[in-house]
């Protein structure tokens, strides 16, 4: 988790350790505001084994956070990063269709995306859309740096 607070903090992110986000606990937290006015929060929580419970949690905890940071006017987007030990192999060969299956934007209103890193096999399973170019910013920064912590959080 030390390089993930540290690159965080080096790009300006105000990073917290092992709090909450709408309830939710999570072990790192960082913050920012992008292009002034969108605020942002990359929320990452480490994982022993993603398996068919542990989907439906972060499923509704996805929904959950996507609807608290979502308004009619300026909402907060989300990046949530799963760095998971072990895939289950009864959700192994879904993984990527569950992470694109996740994420829910409107271009001024907030809301969320998900990168899924998987230990096992030093990948990092999510999608890094085009637009709008915050969620681009964030997702981009966060799919490359936790593809560089693999061998830091060993």
């Not at 022993?48 to 996507?66: G, P, R, V, Y």
């Not at 996740?102 to 230990?119: D, E, Q, W, Y």
């Amino acid at each position: 988790m030390r390089y993930l607070q540290n690159e965080l903090t080096k790009k300006g992110w105000k990073v917290t350790l092992n709090e909450q986000h709408f309830g939710i606990y999570f072990d790192l937290i960082g913050f920012k505001k992008i292009f002034t006015i969108a605020k942002w929060n990359v929320l990452i929580r480490k994982i022993e084994i993603f398996d068919k419970n542990a989907m439906t949690e972060w499923e509704i905890n996805f929904k959950i956070l996507s609807d608290e940071s979502k308004s009619y006017l300026w909402g907060r987007g989300f990046v949530l990063c799963l760095i998971i030990n072990k895939i289950s192999p009864e959700i192994n060969d879904n993984i990527e269709i569950l992470s694109d299956s996740f994420g829910a934007f409107r271009v001024k209103g907030g809301g969320g995306t998900i990168l899924i890193a998987n230990k096992e096999n030093k990948e990092v399973i999510g999608y890094v859309p085009k637009i709008p170019m915050d969620v681009r910013i964030c997702t981009k920064l966060m799919k490359e740096l936790l593809q560089n912590s693999f061998d830091e959080l060993e």
